[in-house]
C-alpha cells in the first residue's frame, strides 16, 4: 500500500491554522466530508470517539487520527500541516505540526492496519518530516508524501 492509494492531491492542506485539537479534528473532518460526500459530524464523531481511548499524537510533532466509518467505500487521508503546533496531547508531550487523518470503511480490517503503519512509516523518516515542515505549498507536500516509496526490510 503506497501513500497515493490513500491520499490525493486535494486533501492536502498546506497551512492549517488552527488552535487546538479540537478545531484541528473539525478542520480535517471538513476537508474528508469534502472528499467522501460523508457527513462532516459523522466524521467528527468518529474521530473523537478515538482520540477518547488514548492519544493519536504519536510523538515527534506527528499526529495520526483515525477512524472507522460505515458508510466509506475506502481507505481515505488527508494530510495537513499546521501553520503553528498545537498541544494534541501527544505521548511525548510535544506539540503536533503534521496531522495524517486516515478514515476506513468498517470491513476494512486488516487494510486499516496496513494504512496505519504505512503512515507510521513514512514518518518515522526525520528527512521526510524535515521537508514537510520546510514547505507551505500544497503541491510540494503531496510531491514528498507520494515520493515516499517502501523499501523493503533487508
Known sequence: MEIEDLLTPEA?????KVGSKKQALQE?????????????????????????????????????????LADLDRIVGVFARVDRPIDFDAIDERPVDLLFLLLAPESAGADHLKALARVSRLFRDRGTCDKLRGTDR???????????AVTPSA
Open 138 to 148: 500544497a503541491d510540494a507536500l503531496y510531491a514528498i508524501l507520494s515520493s515516499q
Open 12 to 16: 492536502v492542506i498546506a497551512r492549517l
Open 28 to 68: 480535517l473532518a471538513r476537508k474528508a466530508a469534502q472528499i467522501t460526500g460523508l457527513p462532516e459530524r459523522a466524521i467528527f464523531d468518529v474521530l473523537l470517539e478515538r482520540e477518547r481511548l488514548g492519544t493519536t499524537g504519536v510523538g515527534n510533532g506527528i499526529a495520526i487520527p483515525h477512524g472507522k
